[in-house]
């Protein structure tokens, strides 16, 4: 568990990268503990709309076993929701889903927290139209899980390129004491020679992990 300065906040669950309908059934058991938390953080690519759409997740039976424990997490406690790469209107495909208003935001900043989902910082997702590449070549497009363990020495190079790109973004931000990420399905947490932290909350796919955050200390946490 790592200390983090100027963090002193109640209890947060920060996660991302569920894909729903694709998300492991584990989702269910961390979303009950989640539902003991005062502010759980839904950091992007909560569900998966470049490989289904939304009438698919509704009327997928995994989809809706999946949504059901999102919408007790939304009734228990309070919720923010941020738009990822596979979710860029979030809020509007979740108001869909669920039969109320959700809304979501691009990023998410929480005293001298910021929680982004991270594709802002992937060059692939950076530098060209997304939206337009998922169409042309969606197989090259996936979630990371499909191709990482058949190129992950490839996928670590283009982790670190995030990773950087994430640290620069923190010293170009002194204000900011953590910056929460995903994106990556990697769980882990990197410290800066500034005193500053990145935690990339992993994934419900294949860590089945998230970041809880607690009177200043973060650590990740798996099922």
């Known amino acids: 568990m790592e200390q983090f300065k100027g963090v002193k906040m109640k209890k947060i669950i920060a996660c991302s990268d569920l894909h729903i309908p694709y998300t492991s059934r584990h989702f269910i058991a961390f979303a009950n503990y989640a539902c003991e938390a005062d502010i759980v953080v839904f950091n992007g690519d909560i569900l998966d709309l470049v490989r289904c759409s939304v009438e698919e997740i509704k009327n997928s039976k995994t989809g809706r076993e999946l949504l059901d424990a999102l919408k007790k997490v939304i009734l228990k406690t309070k919720t923010v929701f941020i738009d990822g790469n596979h979710d860029p209107e979030l809020g509007k495909s979740l108001t869909e889903l669920l039969g109320f208003e959700v809304e979501s935001v691009p990023s998410y900043r929480l005293g001298r927290m910021s929680f982004i989902h991270g594709h802002q910082l992937d060059p692939v997702c950076k530098y060209w139209n997304w939206k337009l590449l998922t169409k042309v070549a969606p197989f090259f497009f996936r979630p990371p899980s499909g191709w990482k363990k058949r190129n992950r020495e490839k996928w670590k190079k283009k982790i670190g390129l995030?990773?950087?790109?994430?640290?620069?973004?923190?010293?170009?931000?002194?204000?900011?004491?953590?910056l929460v990420i995903g994106h990556?399905?990697?769980?882990?947490?990197?410290?800066?020679?500034t005193e500053q932290w990145v935690a990339d909350c992993g994934d419900m796919l294949d860590s089945i992990s998230g970041l809880e955050i607690k009177n200043g200390k973060a650590k990740i946490i798996t099922l």
């Open 162 to 178: 995030i990773y950087t790109n994430a640290f620069t973004l923190l010293e170009e931000n002194p204000w900011c004491t953590l």
């Open 184 to 193: 990556t399905h990697y769980p882990s947490l990197h410290k800066l020679e």
